[in-house]
């Protein structure tokens, strides 16, 4: 095998950590990975992320929703749409930002070991963390960007897992949110956009994405949200919908039940 260049060598790391290449190919990258020190914590960074990277969990809809309800629209939404094909975790799209992000991460690794010996084990410590929650940034809005609505809901699924969410995640949940084609990938941003009930915009930005949702499961989910941050932003909405002649009863009482947990404040 000629010696590659630097992007092939980065699709080779990938392909390697997640146990695609054939025989011979490993074997090479193999020998480059003994002969190599810097490659191997190349590897050992890229390793790291990819192994966070677990599909989430399946969302349960919360008891409110009733059991019936939920049942009988989920029937329904089998019927018409059938169980996607479940897609290999480490999809192209993102892969390139995920190798990306962790030679930027092997990079400042290796820029902290050419600094003073009197900066503290807990500053880099510190600084690590901070690098990794950049890199699980970064891949989860590469992910946002996939074909597949099982590789979408499973970046929004794991940016529920981030300690913290700067503006261009939750940009893109919002995004997702009021755009997204598939019901389920909306129903697991509203569950992300959850979290951040602490960022007065984003909860007034939620409440106006009401009026956009058609969708019965989302649109309970979203008022139960909007219910729990006591979002007065939201009764406006919220007073249209429980009187909208196109929408089922649940949704109707669903929004009913809010403008009165509301104007409880």
Avoid at 24 to 40: H, K, N, S, T, Y
Avoid at 127 to 153: C, D, F, N, P, Y
Wanted: proline share 7%; hydrophobic share 50%.
């Amino acid at each position: 095998m000629q010696p590659p260049t630097d992007d092939e060598l980065t699709s080779l790391l990938i392909d390697y950590a997640d146990g695609q290449l054939d025989a011979e190919a490993a074997a090479q990258v193999a020998q480059w990975l003994a002969a190599d020190p810097g490659l191997r914590a190349q590897l050992a960074q890229l390793q790291t992320v990819l192994g966070e990277l677990q599909p989430p969990a399946p969302l349960v809809p919360g008891p409110e929703l009733g059991q019936q309800f939920y049942a009988a629209l989920a029937h329904a939404k089998a019927a018409q749409n059938p169980p996607a094909r479940v897609v290999r975790l480490l999809a192209r799209p993102w892969q390139w930002a995920a190798a990306a992000a962790v030679f930027v991460l092997a990079f400042g690794l290796g820029r902290w070991s050419t600094q003073p010996q009197q900066q503290t084990t807990e500053h880099k410590v510190a600084r690590l963390e901070q690098e990794m929650a950049a890199t699980k940034q970064a891949v989860m809005l590469a992910m946002l960007k996939q074909e597949s609505a099982s590789g979408r809901i499973q970046a929004v699924n794991y940016a529920r897992e981030l300690d913290q969410a700067d503006q261009a995640v939750t940009e893109a949940l919002l995004n997702t949110l009021n755009y997204d084609p598939n019901a389920n990938v909306r129903l697991a941003a509203v569950e992300a956009l959850a979290r951040f009930g602490d960022n007065a915009p984003l909860r007034q930005a939620v409440a106006l994405a009401l009026a956009r949702q058609t969708e019965p499961l989302v649109q309970i989910a979203l008022i139960d949200v909007l219910i729990g941050w006591r979002e007065q932003s939201a009764l406006s909405p919220l007073q249209k919908l429980m009187v909208q002649p196109d929408a089922p009863e649940a949704v109707r009482a669903k929004a009913a039940e809010g403008v009165g947990a509301i104007y409880q404040l």
